[in-house]
């Protein structure tokens, strides 16, 4: 059984070396250089990434506290009509139950507007992280045609960060769809 998983783990890294020799012997024959970049950790380095980061955090813990308050005075009051529904009649039972539907939607309304996928948290980071991303663009691209490469990826993402336009196949790819070949 061991030396069937052993067998197995040496053909399985001796084909990935010769996929990954043959890719490398083919992007030579065809001038291809690549290189990788870490945006992760350039982002630690920018001090301007740094700052937007903290202020963001101190943005969104601020709305965090707020929801928070919230939810604990929406619990509160959930407790206290429990522990008093029984003293109420029907039309107090109705008025507190409406009370606190309109609190909970309230919660919820300010949750989607704060952290929601268009909330004021992500257009903030938007604004905050597009001239970063814009610099971090251009200088990936300097690096790039100096260097003359021909494509960039992102080691911690699988992202093409920088290409030559002779590479990209896009108006090929739609010439064949449109024939429908």
Same mark, same amino acid.
């Given at each position: 059984?061991?030396?069937?998983?052993?067998?197995?783990?040496?053909?399985?890294?001796?084909?990935?070396?010769?996929?990954?020799?043959?890719?490398?012997?083919?992007?030579?024959?065809?001038?291809?250089?690549?290189?990788?970049?870490?945006?992760?950790?350039?982002?630690?380095?920018?001090?301007?990434?740094?700052?937007?980061?903290?202020?963001?955090?101190?943005?969104?813990?601020?709305?965090?506290?707020?929801?928070?308050?919230?939810?604990?005075?929406?619990?509160?009051?959930?407790?206290? =009509? *429990?522990? /008093? $529904?029984?003293?109420?009649?029907? %039309?107090?039972?109705?008025?507190? +139950?409406?009370? !606190?539907?309109?609190?909970?939607?309230?919660?919820?309304? =300010? *949750?989607? /507007? $704060?952290?929601?996928?268009?909330? %004021?948290?992500?257009?903030?980071? +938007?604004?905050? !992280?597009?001239?970063?991303?814009?610099?971090?663009?251009?200088?990936?691209?300097?690096?790039?045609?100096?260097?003359?490469?021909?494509?960039?990826?992102?080691?911690?993402?699988?992202?093409?960060?920088?290409?030559?336009?002779?590479?990209?196949?896009?108006?090929?790819?739609?010439?064949?769809?449109?024939?429908?070949?």
């Amino acid at each position: 059984m061991k030396k069937t998983i052993i067998l197995g783990a040496i053909a399985i890294f001796f084909v990935a070396f010769l996929t990954q020799y043959q890719l490398n012997a083919q992007a030579k024959d065809a001038g291809l250089k690549f290189g990788v970049v870490d945006i992760e950790t350039i982002l630690k380095e920018m001090p301007e990434a740094i700052d937007a980061d903290k202020k963001l955090k101190e943005i969104g813990t601020k709305w965090q506290d707020t929801l928070i308050t919230m939810k604990k005075d929406f619990d509160d009051r959930i407790q206290k =009509y *429990q522990k /008093q $529904k029984s003293l109420m009649n029907t %039309e107090q039972q109705t008025k507190e +139950e409406e009370s !606190l539907q309109s609190l909970q939607m309230k919660m919820m309304q =300010y *949750q989607e /507007q $704060k952290f929601g996928n268009s909330g %004021e948290l992500n257009l903030t980071r +938007e604004k905050f !992280l597009e001239p970063i991303r814009i610099k971090v663009r251009n200088a990936i691209q300097k690096v790039a045609k100096d260097e003359k490469l021909s494509l960039v990826l992102d080691k911690g993402n699988p992202a093409v960060l920088y290409f030559e336009d002779k590479f990209d196949l896009t108006f090929k790819v739609l010439d064949v769809i449109k024939r429908g070949q």
